[in-house]
T-cell receptor
Framework: GAGVSQSPRYKVAKRGQDVALRCDPI?????LFWYQQALGQGPEFLTY????????KSGLPSDRFFAERPEGSVSTLKIQRTQQEDSAVYLC????????????FGEGSWLTVV | DAKTTQPPSMDCAEGRAANLPCNHS???????VYWYRQIHSQGPQYIIH???NNETNEMASLIITEDRKSSTLILPHATLRDTAVYYC?????????????FGQGTTLQVKP
């Protein structure tokens, strides 16, 4: 597609429920990033993939957060046993290494844990 | 990656130029200056980036001082749709990760 696509756009989860957020990067983009953005804050880095390899997961806040990109294209961010502090916008981004390494973001998945 | 400092908020009259400053006094020689903006309820949008020369595209101009310790993003004719949070970020473009580290940004309010 033309841009980074994320789904679902909005998700309400009950505390303790598992959620999965999907990201379709721009076609041909090797690099993929996940960010978490709490209300009123700037995005915070979670993890980075180069093709299917997860090269940096230093930003994942706990072992309840897991990301995968098994075929080097679509990625899924999974949050197990959600807690209220997980409520945030989860942003996916992909990078075009061919033209200045510009990073392009999706619209985000808004997660509310009740 | 070097840290940046931006004013928390700014106002601008519609139709006038908006000049958004950014300090990055600890920038390294191989770090680029990137600007992104985030309109309410949307993902961050790339605006422009530069290394040491001034840059211009269809959205904005980027002026980087000669010592590279500060820069200014210029929106030449601000419109109401330019109301957003503007982030100034420095990073090594070709680093292994190349991840963006966001600060708090500047909230620009364009007023009619």
């Amino acid at each position: 597609g033309a841009g980074v696509s994320q789904s679902p756009r909005y998700k309400v989860a009950k505390r303790g429920q598992d959620v999965a957020l999907r990201c379709d990067p721009i076609s041909g983009h090797v690099s993929l990033f996940w960010y978490q953005q709490a209300l009123g804050q700037g995005p915070e880095f979670l993890t980075y993939f180069q093709n299917e390899a997860q090269l940096d997961k230093s930003g994942l806040p706990s072992d309840r957060f897991f990301a995968e990109r098994p075929e080097g294209s679509v990625s899924t961010l999974k949050i197990q046993r959600t807690q209220q502090e997980d409520s945030a916008v989860y942003l996916c981004a992909s990078r075009d290494q061919a033209s200045g390494n510009t990073i392009y973001f999706g619209e985000g998945s808004w997660l509310t844990v009740v | 990656d070097a840290k940046t400092t931006q004013p928390p908020s700014m106002d601008c009259a519609e139709g006038r130029a908006a000049n958004l400053p950014c300090n990055h006094s600890t920038i390294s020689g191989n770090e680029y200056v990137y600007w992104y903006r985030q309109i309410h309820s949307q993902g961050p949008q790339y605006i422009i980036h530069g290394l040491k020369n001034n840059e211009t595209n269809e959205m904005a101009s980027l002026i980087i001082t000669e010592d590279r310790k500060s820069s200014t993003l210029i929106l030449p004719h601000a419109t109401l749709r330019d109301t957003a949070v503007y982030y100034c970020i420095v990073r090594v473009a070709a680093s292994n990760t190349g991840k963006l580290i966001f600060g708090q940004g500047t909230t620009l309010q364009v007023k009619p």
